[in-house]
């Protein structure tokens, strides 16, 4: 193209920008239009347009007449509108980096290639700073269940809990470690409460059944046995409230009642 002529710029034969002698865009074709639409530009000179890709396509010419063909140097500007919605590799770093729990990446022989902030302060923190910080079992289905670990930490006096998962990556893994240590403990105090019940109604002479919000048998003492003649095998198996009814009415302990509302 001359410079006194109108400029046609095709970008991949789908793009199509024509400029005239003075840089004003003066047509285009479909695939440009909406190019220039997910650039939020409307009708745009060569100076703007120049000026919103310089930053991944820095050859560019100031003028549009400054050289006879630029199609050549643009003829990349689509790739630059894919790469525009990809996420900003500094931010995803920093994500990594700054993570409130535990990330770190092993190749295929298990060794750590590299691991978080939070990673290395938790290793110092538990003096296994030259040995992998979670001791994890090879398990089928670890990329689908997470693997629940517990860490010593001497300094503090205290064990942390982590349900850790891995993900595969490249020719190693990825691995997570989310924090479990408040519902680890959780469990543990209903575990004891339950013992607690359990030896405290064991004695009772009155038959006991606790059944959860489920209405699923939860709890027993061994009165219950002897006052209505069930199984031992039906009630570890946690039968629910009706089941329990229908088994009592089964062994003539209870009348005969269909209608459990009333």
Known sequence: MRATEPSVIPLKRQYLFEF????KLVCTNEHARDFLTDLKLVNPDWTCLRDTVKHRF???????????????????????????????????????ENAPFPVWQSNKAGKIEWSNAFYKSLARRTDRKDAPL????????????????SLK??????????????????????????????????????RNFVQTLAK???????????????????LFNPSLFDLTE?????????????????????????????????
């Not at 005239?20 to 840089?23: E, K, L, N, T, V």
């Open 20 to 23: 005239d002698h003075s840089g």
């Open 58 to 96: 820095g050859d560019l010419p100031t003028c549009i007449n400054e050289t006879e063909t630029i199609s050549d140097i643009i003829s990349h500007v689509a790739v630059h509108n894919v790469l525009s919605t990809l996420p900003n590799i500094a931010l995803v770093q920093a994500v990594s």
């Open 200 to 218: 405290t109604f064991a004695h009772l002479a009155t038959g006991l059944a606790i059944f959860d919000r489920n209405r699923q048998l939860v």
């Open 134 to 149: 979670f001791e994890i079992t090879p398990t089928q289905d670890f990329e689908k269940n997470a693997q629940r670990i």
């Open 230 to 262: 069930l199984r031992p095998e039906f009630l570890t198996a946690r039968p629910n409230l009706f089941s329990f009814f229908d088994q009592l009415r089964d062994n003539q302990i209870m009348p005969e009642q269909k209608n459990y509302a009333s």
């Open 153 to 190: 930490d001497p300094a503090h006096n205290r064990t942390h809990w982590f349900d850790v998962t891995r993900q595969s990556f490249e020719d190693g893994h990825l691995y997570f470690a989310t924090d479990v240590h408040a519902v680890v403990n959780a469990e543990t105090a209903q």
